[in-house]
């Protein structure tokens, strides 16, 4: 396909096979001095319509380590203030020769609208509360790496569901891969018909924890909040935050993840952030293997035979 937009449109093997890609890109970045000219003469452009500092940076640097001219126009400082349009924006910049345009926009949906109007691959960074595929690839590739497989691993997602598109993108991902999720959260965020997506529920953490092999936090969004704020976050954390003590009830040798940015003490405490079984700083360096391989996979289109050397 021209475009990653969700991982609800793509196959387990095509999961498998970005994730197989991004483990060579990793041990370029580990070994191989971060350079490799997979991408010289392509134009990446970063379009970011929200604050991002992981996404955008990442991107920006698995560009630059494989030979790409990068560039980035956040919405606040372009002519998107003067009043043009997301399609205007995208035909402008596919004009200036583009190869791939990285879009984070606050309405789920926009980074498709931009899709079937430019030339340019688009990868979706995130989209209100619809998806954000590359942090749940980063995320999936970081559980291979530390436990080897995604078939039959336990999932537990905690926290405010409704407003996360990391969340929608794991439980698209992981279900697909044969993991099995749980999730738990206030009832007020956890959003209505999820266990259609074949998802267990929970309304306690400590049900949703136990034997997990994996915890994942997630930050409240506040500034996604329309209806005031239920629950406040001193509630959040007493009855959702992740501890020392309710850690004990997963797997002895469970990881924790988080996509950041953290609420620090809110949602895990500095114990469990900072401690052994936080796999929060790999998952970062390995977001910028996985923006990597999309990049190369993206933009060898028309070249299906070429091998990674
Ligand atoms: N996880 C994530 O998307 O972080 P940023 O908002 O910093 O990009």
Do not use: C
């Not at 915890?215 to 009855?239: A, D, T």
């Amino acid at each position: 396909s021209k475009d990653l937009l969700g991982l609800r449109d793509i196959t387990a093997e095509e999961i498998e096979y970005i994730l197989n890609t991004a483990k060579t890109m990793k041990y370029i970045i580990t070994t191989n001095n971060k350079k490799t000219a997979h991408l010289q003469g392509k134009s990446v452009i970063t379009l970011f319509y929200e604050n991002s500092t992981r996404t955008r940076l990442s991107f920006e640097l698995a560009s630059k380590y494989m030979g790409a001219n990068a560039a980035n126009i956040s919405a606040s400082g372009s002519s998107v203030q003067k009043g043009e349009s997301l399609i205007d924006t995208g035909k402008t910049i596919d004009s200036m020769g583009s190869d791939v345009i990285i879009i984070r926009h606050p309405m789920s949906g926009a980074p498709h609208l931009l899709a079937q109007n430019v030339k340019s691959s688009v990868i979706n960074a995130g989209d209100g509360m619809n998806e954000h595929p590359t942090q749940a690839l980063l995320d999936m590739f970081t559980m291979v790496e530390k436990k080897g497989s995604l078939k039959g691993l336990k999932v537990a997602i905690v926290g405010d569901i409704l407003h996360s598109r990391v969340a929608r993108s794991n439980i698209w991902g992981l279900t697909k891969m044969g993991a099995e999720v749980n999730i738990a959260g206030p009832a007020t965020l956890i959003p209505p018909g999820i266990e259609k997506l074949g998802v267990n529920v929970f309304s306690t953490v400590q049900e949703a924890l136990l034997d997990a092999d994996v915890v994942m936090g997630l930050r409240i969004q506040l500034e996604r909040q329309k209806k005031g704020l239920f629950p406040s976050i001193r509630e959040y954390s007493r009855f959702f935050g992740l501890d020392d003590k309710r850690l004990k009830l997963a797997r002895e040798d469970a990881i924790v993840m988080h996509p950041g940015p953290v609420n620090r003490g809110v949602e895990l405490s500095s114990m469990v952030m900072d401690g052994d079984q936080s796999t929060i700083n790999e998952q970062v360096t390995n977001g910028v293997a996985i923006r990597m391989a999309l990049l190369y996979l993206l933009t060898r289109r028309g070249t299906a035979n070429e091998v990674i050397d």
